[in-house]
């Protein structure tokens, strides 16, 4: 197993609420297309933000945004920007698209964190992945993930603390998870109070 | 916890060139008054976010302050349209996705 060395990320993980539920009531022609309506979209505005998608899993969209020694702050403010523009799209565009088309609404959640990751090859034989992002911060945000609302936001302590203050003012603790036995802030954003630009 | 890195937002109050120089321009920064408090602590003063409850002892704030000398402005490359533009752009993909 080779190890690329580390790098400080911020990943977002968003996904289908109840899609599991959803799916099995939808007739399988359907399927594919319920999907890919979300996925498909998602990638493009995490592509335009200047992220990249992980890897699709079923319904979920892993987001990374690379970030760098020096410069890291426009790749912080242009991530929470990105996940503000999902959930927008989401709820405005791609959601009403669905019901216009006999599909369920859809509705996202996500969870993010900023924190440092792995770059591994992992080679096991016969997956043509060849590198893996390994690291806390990937489980982590994935945890943050289930604790979140349909239709809303919750991201981790170390995201919360490189926000720009304009969004440090939208977020709100709750309850910690809990991470090696020990307590992790989680905040909800409220990107009801504003509609950015 | 410890921070491993930290952001203070400032806020321009002032930017103007300085007659007479040769790109010499004059700009005054406050920390963002929406969370940061200048307070007096055990007669010193500090500043304190209120947000975050973190306090940074003035003469810490003024080493920090130094560590700017150097640091380019930094602007994003990425371009994104407003929410409004870009709402338009995404129905018109998402149309073409599932025509």
Redesign the interface.
């Known amino acids: 197993m080779a190890n690329h060395g580390s790098i400080e990320i911020v990943v977002i993980y968003a996904d289908i609420v109840s899609s599991t539920e959803i799916v099995n009531k939808l007739p399988e022609s359907k399927i594919p297309?319920f999907y890919?309506?979300f996925c498909?979209?998602l990638y493009?505005?995490i592509n335009?933000?200047?992220g990249f998608v992980y890897k699709p899993v079923g319904d979920e969209v892993i987001g990374v945004f690379f970030i760098p020694e020096?410069?890291?702050?426009?790749?912080i403010?242009?991530s929470i920007?990105c996940i503000?523009?999902i959930r927008?799209?989401t709820k405005?565009?791609?959601s009403p698209?669905a019901e216009s088309?006999s599909l369920p609404k859809i509705q996202c959640r996500i969870g993010a964190d900023y924190g440092v990751a792995q770059i591994v090859d992992i080679g096991v034989e016969g997956i043509k992945i060849s590198a893996e992002i390994l690291g806390n911060v990937m489980n982590v945000a994935a945890k943050i993930r289930g604790k979140v609302y349909p239709g809303g936001v919750a991201i981790g302590?170390?995201y919360y603390?490189?926000?720009?203050?304009d969004y440090?003012?939208l977020c709100k603790k709750i309850n910690p998870i809990i991470i090696n036995e020990v307590k992790y802030n989680v905040y909800h954003v409220n990107f009801d109070n504003i509609?950015?630009? | 916890?410890k921070?491993?890195?930290?952001?203070i937002?400032f806020v321009i109050q002032e930017f103007e060139p300085i007659p007479g120089s040769n790109n010499l321009f004059r700009i005054s920064m406050i920390p963002?008054p929406?969370?940061w408090e200048l307070i007096e602590e055990d007669g010193k003063e500090a500043w304190y976010n209120k947000?975050?409850r973190v306090l940074i002892p003035m003469e810490e704030f003024k080493k920090a302050v130094k560590t700017m000398d150097g640091?380019?402005i930094?602007?994003?490359?990425?371009k994104?349209e407003?929410?409004d533009d870009?709402?338009k752009k995404?129905?018109k993909?998402?149309?073409e996705?599932?025509s």
């Open positions: 297309l890919k309506i498909n979209e493009k505005i335009d933000f200047g020096t410069g890291w702050i426009p790749i403010d242009n920007r503000s523009y927008y799209v405005y565009v791609i698209i088309i302590q170390k603390e490189q926000l720009h203050t440090k003012l509609k950015n630009s | 916890m921070r491993e890195k930290g952001r937002d963002d929406r969370v947000l975050d640091i380019p930094v602007m994003s490359n990425v994104v407003n929410i870009y709402l995404s129905e993909r998402v149309k996705d599932v």
